[in-house]
């Protein structure tokens, strides 16, 4: 299901394989971030009109590396955001984080009118291969790609027809599953010298039966049924955990179909998939007024984290 990745991968060695130390992933991880960071916040800046200099709060999520400073103060000075830009850096929290780190950036866009908040997903899962001849790992490395994504959050911002800029988010709703702990986890792997990425084969089903537990929960507050929201924009964990989830929530291949291709395009492209998804439906242009969307990702925790939009 998956046909085409994006990959920082060096030449292999003798064996056919790359061989990179931990101290050379850490690297490989920022040289990538700050690469491709900036070009995902140029083009979502140029989006909404707005320059470097025009954000007033910068949030960065990474799974796939470590660093102090943050990855947000090598991006402010990367890309001539003011010195003033307040920041907060989300790491470790996985493929979930994504709906994580939106919630307080919507927060503080609510706080602060008219002042526009950036969160940018930097994921350069190639930073976290380890090469062996265990299924385990050839599953995850079969399974991620590298890829960024960015999105401007603002309050009180009108179009050009007078109506909000963007669709607004109303809602948040998460999910942790705490016996399911070890199924998703990222630790250091004694044998490899490295810290090497676990996923367990029992995910989807461990996902599949609870996702829609916060899906409920997020659409009861507002009086909704699931026939009410007309889009679903599901994290591209893998094809079984996207018809596990599917088949729970009661929605439709249809309703997965960016899901699916970026999935089918880029893999799993860790906290900023749902990004991804989202800007197809936006390119897709079929959202109209007042239609309400989910977002859903999943993650280590094991966790599933939700989200309500409205057009």
Known sequence: HIRTRHLYLPPPGPDGRPHETQEQLLAKHLRGALEIGPQALARCLEGAGLRPQDVD?????????????????HVIRACGLREDCARVDIVGMGCNAGLNGLNPVVQWAATHPGRPALMVCAEINSALYVYDDSMASGVVNSLFGDGCAA?????????????????????????????AWGAMRYEWEESHGKFSFYLDRDVPYVLGVNAHLPVGRLLGRHGLKRRDVQHWLIHSGGRKVIDAIKYTVGITEHDVRHTVGVLRDMGNLGSGSFLFSFERLLREGVAAPGDRCVMMTMGPGSTIETALLQF
Do not use: K, N, Q, W
Request: contains cysteine.
């Open 57 to 73: 709060y910068l949030c960065c999520i990474t799974t796939t590396g470590f660093m102090a400073p943050g990855l947000t103060a």
């Open 151 to 179: 999105v401007v959050v603002a309050a009180g911002v009108e179009g050009p027809s007078g109506r909000p800029a963007a669709p607004a988010v109303l809602d948040f709703e998460s999910h942790l599953m705490p016996e």
